[in-house]
């Protein structure tokens, strides 16, 4: 019976669509299809212990951060294959590789949402053979590596659906060997290859944009929180507690000029 179970047709929980062979993205309490889990937050991870009304309400807000994203104008980029995206003057943010913005429908992010950025060099090792008379693989005498490293920038937020989105900024490992094709008996200075240099340096700046941005978003807002201060206008006169834009209550004038 388990057997038979593991084949029977099954329907989606989401759509109701029949789900086909090896399409099943099982949940909680029930089953999703392919078509229905290809909506959901490229960062979430947590299905297999979500309930179907917890992934409808997930799709609930993909479809209004379709909103968002027609309404996202780009100020500024950062990476490259997997980008940031800047929205500087609406202080939002966005990260994906799609071109076709409205198609991928990337979550759009608020600075404030952003509680920190780590960076994460992972370095890989590997120790290079040579046959020997007999055909047999041997190390070398010393042994003999190559050294590769990836870079990835680790975003930390503040949202519903997940509180990390992992960027992978080189396509492929950068190996050192900037001045011998050969492998290294000692580990190079990684800062002798330019790739190396290039990715730590472009690393460093994501981290410092968002990092700068969430403190600027926040000592803002503990600017509006703050309690207005009552001044004499010096155009009318009067003791004011200036609005929004710095203007008397009165009269209207500029009381900071």
């Not at 046959?131 to 590596?145: A, I, L």
């Not at 050192?176 to 240099?197: E, S, W």
């Not at 460093?204 to 926040?218: A, F, P």
């Amino acid at each position: 019976m388990g057997l038979f179970d593991a084949f029977k047709k099954k329907n989606c929980s989401i759509c109701g669509g029949e789900i086909g062979l090896l399409g099943n993205r099982k949940l909680e309490d029930g089953n999703m299809c392919k078509a229905c889990a290809a909506k959901l937050s490229p960062f979430f991870s947590d299905r297999r212990s979500s309930t179907v009304a917890e992934i409808n309400e997930q799709l609930a807000y993909r479809e209004e951060n379709r909103q968002a994203v027609a309404a996202f104008h780009t100020t500024r980029s950062l990476g490259e294959g997997m980008k940031i995206l800047l929205d500087e003057d609406a202080g939002k943010f966005m990260v994906t590789r799609a071109r076709n913005l409205a198609e991928a429908n990337p979550d759009v992010l608020d600075f404030s949402q952003v509680t920190g950025c780590d960076l994460d060099v992972e370095e890989d090792s590997s120790e290079e053979k040579r046959k020997d008379s007999e055909g047999r693989m041997v190390s070398y005498n010393p042994p003999r590596y190559i050294f590769s490293y990836d870079f990835h920038v680790i975003i930390r937020v503040n949202h519903p659906y997940f509180n990390e989105i992992r960027i992978q900024l080189n396509s492929s490992g950068v190996v050192l060997n900037p001045d011998n094709p050969l492998p290294q008996v000692r580990k190079p200075n990684p800062r002798t290859n330019p790739d190396y240099v290039e990715y730590d340096a472009m690393a460093k700046e994501i981290k410092r944009v968002l990092t700068g941005v969430r403190q600027q978003v926040r000592a803002e807002a503990r600017a509006a929180a703050a309690p207005k201060q009552a001044v004499t206008c010096p155009w009318c006169g009067a003791t004011t507690t200036p609005d929004a834009s710095g203007c008397c209550e009165y009269c209207g004038g500029s009381v900071n000029g």
